[in-house]
T-cell receptor, first 114, second 114 residues
């Protein structure tokens, strides 16, 4: 079935560096991709909605200059955490709509900033 | 703003017993209500969903009920098994320009005791 492939699954980076997370839709075109953040034992918080070929829409309180989203093609959306700090450590997960079949999630990326 | 409350936050049941998780949403325009199961460190998996034109939906041991007037919906798991142990999230959404934006509940950690 339709799958969203998310990479990397885990990443450890130094404070101040940037990290890019990729989500690719396999076997379908994802015109819209949602990016979520999930803290331990908490729910998924929507960060932004990315649309292919246009600027992402960010939720209130999410810094767009810190969390850069690019959706340059119908099968790829990326989230770049810039100048990462320890408080950015979290589980990041994307979700895309499968045509006529609801939404599917990527496998998630656990980011640890040291 | 839009909000989804979910209760209880933790739930322990004996194997074979039933489990019920309840969610209340604030946006009366919400018309689609999926339930997700998330095992530790893994992606959320859709287990059942219901649309606003239906009051109840069942799939084997899992059922969902919706009360639009009261703006709440519930997940019912019967004959629980140890493999049902996971975190369950409800979500409420509505279509905006053809895109569903999910607002997730806070999650329920279900433990099924053997």
């Amino acid at each position: 079935g339709a799958v969203v492939s998310q990479h990397p699954s885990r990443v450890i980076c130094k404070s101040g560096t940037s990290v890019k997370i990729e989500c690719r839709s396999l076997d379908f075109q994802a015109t819209t991709m949602f990016w979520y953040r999930q803290f331990p034992k908490q729910s998924l918080m929507l960060m932004a909605t990315s649309n292919e070929g246009s600027k992402a829409t960010y939720e209130q309180g999410v810094e767009k200059d810190k969390f850069l989203i690019n959706h340059a093609s119908l099968t790829l959306s990326t989230l770049t955490v810039t100048s990462a700090h320890p408080e950015d450590s979290s589980f990041y997960i994307c979700s895309a709509r499968i045509p006529d079949a609801g939404y599917t999630f990527g496998s998630g990326t656990r980011l640890t900033v040291v | 703003g839009e909000n989804v409350e979910q209760h209880p936050s933790t739930l322990s049941v004996q194997e074979g017993d039933s489990a019920v998780i309840k969610c209340t949403y604030s946006d009366s325009a919400s018309n689609y209500f999926p339930w997700y199961k998330q095992e530790l460190g893994k992606r959320p998996q859709l287990i059942i969903d219901i649309r606003s034109n239906v009051g109840e939906k069942k799939d084997q041991r899992i059922a969902v009920t919706l009360n639009k007037t009261a703006k709440h919906f519930s997940l019912h798991i019967t004959e629980t098994q140890p493999e049902d142990s996971a975190v369950y999230f409800c979500a409420a959404s509505k279509s905006t320009s053809g895109t569903y934006k999910y607002i997730f509940g806070t999650g329920t950690r279900l433990k099924v005791l053997a």
